[in-house]
C-alpha cells in the first residue's frame, strides 16, 4: 500500500510537471481560487448579491490583477517577449 501511494504521488507530480497540461491545471486553480475568494466579496459588498455576481466581481477581480502582473513583467523584462 504504500508503493502504491507513492507511485500515485509521483504521477501526480509528472502531470502538474508536464507543459501539455499547464492551461487546464491553471484554470483550475484560479476556479479554486475564485471559490475562496467569493465569500469575502459577498461579505464586502452591501446589500444582497446573488452568488453569480459574487463570482463574477471575484473572477473580474482575478483577471484584472494577472493583467496587472503579466503587463508588470512585459514592461520590466520586454527581450522576453
Known sequence: MKYLLSQDVLEMVAFINAKSHRIPLTIFLILCFNVLLSPVV???TPGKVSHWQVYTISLLGLVI???CIYL????FQ????
Not at 520586454?78 to 517577449?81: D, G, Q, T, Y
Open 78 to 81: 520586454p527581450e522576453k517577449f
Open 65 to 67: 490583477v494577472a493583467l
Open 72 to 75: 508588470f513583467v512585459v514592461i
Open 42 to 44: 459577498a461579505a464586502a
